[in-house]
């Protein structure tokens, strides 16, 4: 058990910005709030000025550090839950309206050049494709 009075870590300053993340994606802190609570979180020096950050957030149902891994946990936060595939979805429904846009660009800028023009969507859809490609492959790996 972590004493309120004892000196936090980087992980553990980290493992309290992605409890404050999960609670802004969940709705339960707005932009302004999660703004001051990571600068509060980044100038935290004991595990006591962690806990008071997440104090009024709930816990989350599932765990996402591995077992064995509480002590560095600051008493009184809560372990984040996973974000799961709404994170994933979301960054994949950015990406699809992102190539969209381009493409339609391109499109409207062939037809008004009287022919196809190089297909440079492909810079923006290929490389940011591929990372999120490589990260739903590994988000669903055991």
């Known amino acids: 058990m972590n004493l309120p009075e004892q000196r936090a870590g980087?992980?553990?300053?980290?493992?309290?910005a992605a409890i404050l993340r999960d609670a802004h994606v969940e709705g339960r802190l707005d932009a302004q709030e999660l703004s001051v609570r990571l600068d509060e979180t980044y100038r935290a020096k004991t595990y006591g000025e962690l806990a008071v950050l997440t104090a009024?957030?709930?816990t989350p149902r599932r765990r996402s550090r591995p077992p064995g891994s509480e002590a560095a946990v600051p008493?009184?936060?809560a372990v984040?839950?996973?974000?799961?595939d709404k994170g994933l979805r979301a960054a994949w429904t950015a990406w699809t309206?992102?190539?969209?846009?381009?493409v339609v660009i391109w499109v409207l800028?062939?037809?008004?050049?009287?022919?196809?023009?190089?297909?440079?969507?492909?810079w923006v859809a290929g490389p940011?494709?591929?990372?999120l490609l490589v990260t739903s492959v590994a988000r669903r790996s055991p």
Do not use: C, K
Not at 109 to 122: D, H, K, L, R, T
């Open 10 to 16: 980087d992980a553990d300053r980290e493992h309290v």
């Open 56 to 58: 009024d957030l709930p």
């Open 75 to 77: 008493t009184g936060a």
């Open 80 to 84: 984040p839950a996973r974000r799961g």
């Open 97 to 102: 309206v992102a190539v969209a846009v381009n």
């Open 109 to 122: 800028v062939s037809v008004s050049a009287g022919e196809a023009i190089y297909f440079w969507p492909m």
């Open 128 to 131: 940011w494709g591929a990372v």
